[in-house]
Every structure is written in structure tokens, then in C-alpha cells.
DNA sequence: TTGTATGCGTTATCAT
DNA sequence: ATGATAACGCATACAA
């Protein structure tokens, strides 16, 4: 491993002056600065990342934490579309990523704790339990955060805009004529909770009143709940006209049981889902649906960590809405 | 922060004592091992990541490398299932993981020097465009890899099995009566050469003689190129009966070409995917695809590169091939 | 403009 | 069994 001594020898000036060189600091002779950085690329310097860290106390590392509390977070098309955004954005601002867990090995570090191990000068916190004490811990710590859909008091986060997502979608579907609209939803979280809310508040808006046996509790992500939802509902003595699904993937499950019953999509049932997934818009038909705006969000992230990072005395939290689009499709069908 | 020097203090020990009780070693009384560990967990101790780094030369990080060849490297369901599980099982071994890429902020590093930078213990190779020069390098070079997908000289790599998958597909249509049979493949990488030339070894031991224009080339991951390739095998005079995808979302493309042209599946046409993504098991009809060992692949990658990093010298590079399974699903037609 | 000295937190060597 | 000391690679305050 070439290091600054190795150049303070092979240009014969001190290590302080490589150091200085090679930070590009003011108090150095433009000639002596070429001298070292260009001995410092043919000796194939590279700077150690460790020493730097230990010196500095700042890693330009930045944690990522996708606990798994749904269940496989990252292989999510969301949670990847926001992954790969926020890595994308972190990097060109010169941070690497380090992804956040408990249990490293045999030792047994809450999230906190593994990112001061790592010093991990931020964490981006996503699809994770807000309610799991380790999650809480760490988003009340000195370490900066940014949450994605969900906000902390007094922390900088970014939301996927889900109430007007919802409301987007539910005066999409009435100005089609629908009125008997049914609500599969998924567990209850924070965000469930935010969709939920905004589906009743839009349907009394539009003096829509839905029985409650048209509110379901399903999974995300999970085909086979979002079908057994669906049975229950075609069973009811007055069937619904549109059902909205947790998810697209969770659509995929009401699609086959729809199909059992010999209905088809949207003719006799129309549906919508949720995401925007670009499954979702190969499907035929092209299923109606609302895109979260996972790239954005992951970017945001990013950006506002390194800001935060960056600047911690002057900072201000923020909440950032990112807001999505309606993606029409074809799957809700024009009635009555 | 608090260092092994506050619980030196705390205990009245030296620094050096500290160390070596906290890490077990063997010249260090019970008791004062006890001691000391109980006022580095009553002070909220944690190991310094960056400064053992530095000292011992090894930083229990491991890089991963998705490059982006193919375009969104990690929201492809294969490789975000590979990276999950490379990330569960180097956890569970005590290493963390990094990104690797090439330009960090404003510096332009490649893979090797980005991962030298990191310190990396070793490195996974997904997911990448195995011709890059940057590759090479970082796989030529004394950092320990293990390569998914391809296999470089006296380098240890996973592979999936591309040969049999492919022939255990050809040889399932076959016995379903299929004797004309198309293959729609992606770019020409190495895997798409294992599998088209499994394709052809296959088809040519069952006596079958396939036309070159039965044989078509699109792109992974992308319905519009396959349903193009689809509407060309249909304009055909003498049509397949089958038509090979090159992954399960492709055939997505060529479903909705079928549609168009009133042909259902499998009554009219029989398919057959590649991958095994849940959305393939959750369509109905369910997709006859091959399913890759994903998880097992990321899982004897992190093993065996933490194996490699910790026997450095008597390590033998090794290709694991993972196996998949067939999954027989229902798009492929009993005929004559 | 350049160099000297020091310390970041840890582990390893060698005395005691 | 314990401790003093040095060293890992780097950046900085300060002296020259």
C-alpha cells in the first residue's frame, strides 16, 4: 500500500506538505502541489479511507437501514427503486453506503450502535417498523437522519404523498361512475394508516358512504391475502364495483380470484392498485394505478442527509412531500 | 465517544489490558476481564470501526458490486434476492457491506481503487459487464473476489446453472409433444451464450432441427423487445408452437403480442419463462419458468468469500454451480 | 511556503 | 497477569 510517506520520500518534501498537496490547501507552491499529485498517480496513491475517518471523525459513509420488518425489504420494487436512487445520489455526492443491521456477526448492536461502530456520518431509514424501540433510538440520537414515509418529530424525512396518492385515485374511479367501492389495505402501519384515512375522508367528500364490511385487512405484497379479501367480497349480498388493492403485486392475487368467478377485469370488476410498478404497466390490461415517486424520494433522501450532514448547525428539519402520479391504465371501467 | 481509554480509567487498568480483555485474550485474569467488560457495556462502549481498520489492516466490510450494464442492476428481482442474501449471510459472519462504483463524488476511481480505498476485505461481482476493463482489473488484482455468473481464471465464482436450466425447459416442452419450439433470448452476454447453446445442444440430441429465424434476439427485462421478437415468430409461415422467453417479465411483452393477435395461453401457444420471480407463481396461468437458486447464489458467495479472506493462503478457488428447479406451472400445452 | 509534532482509537510487541 | 510503548495513515496547529 502506497501512503503520503511513500510520496514525501519519492518528492522529497514532508508528509505534512503531501497532505496539503494533495487536499488542494492554499499554503503550497503550485509547483510543488503538481510535483506531489502527479508522483502521487504514477506511485497509484489512493488515500485510506480508515486513517482518514480516524483523523477526521468523519467517514463519508452513510448507513442505510432497510429492516426486513415486512419481510424482504430491499426486494421490493419500491424499496429497490428507492435503494438504488438514494446510492446513485449519495455517490455522486462522494458518500458510500453501508447498509444498517442488528446482529453483526455474534455480537448483538442495536442500529444505533452499528453506526457509530461504523461512524456513520447519516443513516436513511426506510421500510422499517417505526415502532421497533432500536428504530426509535436511533432517530432520536445526534446522528443525522432522514426517514422515508414516516416522520419523527423534530427529523428530517421525506413521504410519498399517499393521502393525495389515495384521493387521487378514488375521484378517479367516481368520476367513472363508481360509487360501491371497496378497500383492501394492507397492515397497519403509519402509511396504511394515512391511505386509509384519506380513502373516507375523500369517499364522505363525495357523499360516498362505504359499508365497513368494504374495508379489508390484507398484506402487502402478499397475492394470496389480497385474494382471499377478494373472495369475501364477492361474496357479499351487494358486491362492490371497484376494489382497490394494497398493492400491484397484490392485485395479481384479486385478479385470479376474480377469474375463478368467471369476472373479468374491467368489465365486470374494476380495480386499481398501488406504486405504479413497471410490472404493472406490461400487464394488459394495463392496470390503473398510482406511482409513488421512488426515485425522487431516494434522491431527496440523499440529498438532504449529506446537506444535513454537512451543515448541522444551521440545519432546519424538513418534511418533504414527494408527490406521484396518477397512472390511468385501464382497468376501471366506465359504469352507469 | 467513549474509548477503551475512559474504561481503562473507570477500571484503574491499562489501555492495553482493555484491549486484550474485550477481545478475549487469554493473558488477562477472569476477573479482571469481567471488570472491564462490565464497565464497557455500563459506559455504552463501542469498538471504533475505522481505528481497528487502520491498525490491523482489515476492516470486516466486504464491497458488492452491481454495476448497471444492463440498466437498474439491483431492482431486477434476481439480483435484489442475490443481494439480500449476500447481505444475510456476510452479517451473520460479522462483515458489513459496501457499494462498490466507479466515481465516488468527484473522483474518478475505478472498482479496484474505490474498493482499495474502502479497504474492502472482498468483493462480489454481480450483475456486471464481465468485459469491462475495470472489472478485470479488480478481479486480476490480490483482493479476494467471488464472481456470480461468470467465471474468471483460478478466480472463485457462483454460478447459476444456465446449461441445465435451459435443458430441463427444452426437454419439458419436448415431452409435452413440442417439436417446434422458439427462443427468444437477451444480449449476448455469457450466460446468454451458456443458455443458447444449451438450447441448441439440447434440441439437436432430441433430434429436433431448429430454423434460424426461431432464434431471435431482444433484451432481459424488457416486455417491448420480446413482444416485437413475439410478433415476428407469429408472422412466421410455419409458427411455433412454443416460444422460449429470455425471463419471466419478458414474457409479459410477448403475452399481450399474443393477445393481440387472439391467441391464447397455453391453448394456442405454449410458453415457458426463465427465473422463477414470485409474480411468475401469482399469474394465471401460472408461468412455466425455471426457477435460479438465488438466495442459495448470494449465500455461498458471502460464504466463500469470507472463507478466501480468512484463509488467504490456503485458499483453492473454486466454481460452486447452484441449482435451480423447474417450475412446471401451466403454460405449456399437452399437443399431438 | 514548508516542516515538526501530535493525536485520532486501536492492537501488538515486549518488558515487567 | 499487567503495562509501557509504538505503530497503523492521515490531517492539522503551530513553528520555522
Same mark, same amino acid.
Given at each position: 500500500?502506497?501512503?503520503?510517506?511513500?510520496?514525501?520520500?519519492?518528492? *522529497?518534501?514532508?508528509?505534512?506538505?503531501?497532505?496539503? #498537496?494533495?487536499?488542494?490547501?492554499?499554503?503550497?507552491?503550485?509547483?510543488?502541489?503538481?510535483?506531489?499529485?502527479? /508522483?502521487?498517480?504514477?506511485?497509484?496513491?489512493?488515500?485510506?479511507?480508515?486513517?482518514? #475517518?480516524?483523523?477526521?471523525?468523519?467517514?463519508?459513509?452513510?448507513?442505510?437501514?432497510?429492516?426486513?420488518? &415486512?419481510? *424482504? =425489504?430491499?426486494?421490493?420494487?419500491?424499496?429497490?427503486?428507492?435503494?438504488?436512487?438514494?446510492?446513485?445520489?449519495?455517490?455522486? +455526492?462522494?458518500?458510500?453506503?453501508?447498509?444498517?443491521?442488528?446482529?453483526?456477526?455474534?455480537?448483538?448492536?442495536?442500529?444505533?450502535?452499528?453506526?457509530?461502530?461504523?461512524?456513520?456520518?447519516?443513516?436513511?431509514?426506510? @421500510?422499517?417498523?417505526?415502532?421497533?424501540?432500536?428504530?426509535?433510538?436511533? #432517530?432520536?440520537?445526534?446522528?443525522? &437522519?432522514? /426517514?422515508?414515509?414516516?416522520?419523527?418529530?423534530?427529523?428530517?424525512?421525506?413521504?410519498?404523498?399517499?393521502?393525495? =396518492?389515495?384521493? &387521487?385515485?378514488?375521484?378517479?374511479?367516481?368520476?367513472?361512475?363508481?360509487?360501491?367501492? #371497496?378497500?383492501?389495505?394492507?397492515?397497519?402501519?403509519?402509511?396504511?394508516?394515512?391511505?386509509?384515512?384519506?380513502?373516507?375522508?375523500?369517499?364522505?367528500?363525495?357523499?360516498? @358512504?362505504?359499508?365497513?364490511?368494504?374495508?379489508?385487512?390484507?398484506?402487502?405484497?402478499?397475492?394470496?391475502?389480497?385474494?382471499?379479501?377478494?373472495?369475501?367480497?364477492?361474496?357479499?349480498?351487494?358486491?362492490? /364495483?371497484?376494489?382497490?388493492?394494497?398493492?400491484? +403485486?397484490?392485485?395479481?392475487?384479486?385478479?385470479?380470484?376474480?377469474?375463478?368467478?368467471?369476472?373479468?377485469?374491467?368489465?365486470?370488476? @374494476?380495480?386499481?392498485?398501488?406504486?405504479?410498478?413497471?410490472?404493472?404497466?406490461?400487464?394488459?390490461?394495463?392496470?390503473?394505478?398510482?406511482?409513488?415517486?421512488?426515485?425522487?424520494?431516494?434522491?431527496?433522501?440523499?440529498?438532504?442527509?449529506?446537506?444535513?450532514?454537512?451543515?448541522?448547525? &444551521?440545519?432546519?428539519?424538513?418534511?418533504?412531500?414527494?408527490?406521484?402520479? +396518477?397512472?390511468?391504465?385501464?382497468?376501471?371501467?366506465?359504469?352507469?
Amino acid at each position: 500500500m502506497v501512503t503520503i510517506t511513500d510520496i514525501s520520500k519519492a518528492c *522529497g518534501v514532508s508528509r505534512a506538505t503531501v497532505s496539503k #498537496a494533495l487536499n488542494g490547501a492554499s499554503d503550497v507552491s503550485p509547483e510543488t502541489a503538481k510535483r506531489v499529485r502527479d /508522483t502521487a498517480a504514477s506511485l497509484g496513491y489512493l488515500p485510506n479511507a480508515a486513517a482518514r #475517518a480516524l483523523k477526521m471523525g468523519r467517514s463519508y459513509n452513510i448507513g442505510v437501514l432497510f429492516s426486513d420488518a &415486512t419481510g *424482504g =425489504g430491499i426486494s421490493h420494487e419500491y424499496f429497490s427503486r428507492i435503494l438504488e436512487s438514494v446510492k446513485a445520489e449519495s455517490e455522486r +455526492l462522494g458518500y458510500d453506503i453501508t447498509f444498517i443491521s442488528k446482529d453483526l456477526g455474534r455480537q448483538s448492536m442495536d442500529y444505533y450502535e452499528h453506526a457509530k461502530y461504523r461512524s456513520c456520518d447519516g443513516v436513511v431509514i426506510a @421500510s422499517a417498523d417505526f415502532q421497533d424501540p432500536a428504530i426509535i433510538r436511533l #432517530a432520536a440520537s445526534e446522528i443525522p &437522519t432522514v /426517514t422515508l414515509d414516516y416522520s419523527f418529530d423534530s427529523r428530517t424525512s421525506i413521504l410519498s404523498d399517499n393521502v393525495r =396518492g389515495v384521493e &387521487t385515485l378514488v375521484r378517479f374511479v367516481y368520476e367513472k361512475g363508481h360509487r360501491k367501492i #371497496a378497500f383492501i389495505h394492507g397492515e397497519m402501519t403509519a402509511v396504511t394508516q394515512k391511505r386509509l384515512a384519506s380513502f373516507r375522508k375523500t369517499c364522505a367528500e363525495l357523499g360516498l @358512504s362505504i359499508p365497513p364490511e368494504y374495508i379489508r385487512p390484507a398484506i402487502y405484497h402478499d397475492p394470496r391475502s389480497s385474494g382471499l379479501e377478494t373472495r369475501a367480497l364477492l361474496a357479499l349480498s351487494e358486491r362492490p /364495483t371497484c376494489i382497490f388493492y394494497p398493492d400491484d +403485486l397484490s392485485f395479481l392475487g384479486g385478479l385470479s380470484e376474480l377469474e375463478k368467478h368467471g369476472l373479468s377485469v374491467p368489465k365486470d370488476m @374494476s380495480v386499481v392498485g398501488y406504486d405504479g410498478i413497471p410490472l404493472s404497466q406490461v400487464l394488459r390490461p394495463r392496470l390503473s394505478t398510482y406511482r409513488q415517486g421512488g426515485e425522487r424520494m431516494g434522491k431527496e433522501a440523499a440529498r438532504l442527509l449529506v446537506e444535513q450532514i454537512e451543515n448541522p448547525d &444551521t440545519w432546519i428539519p424538513q418534511q418533504i412531500t414527494v408527490e406521484g402520479e +396518477l397512472l390511468p391504465g385501464s382497468t376501471v371501467s366506465e359504469i352507469g
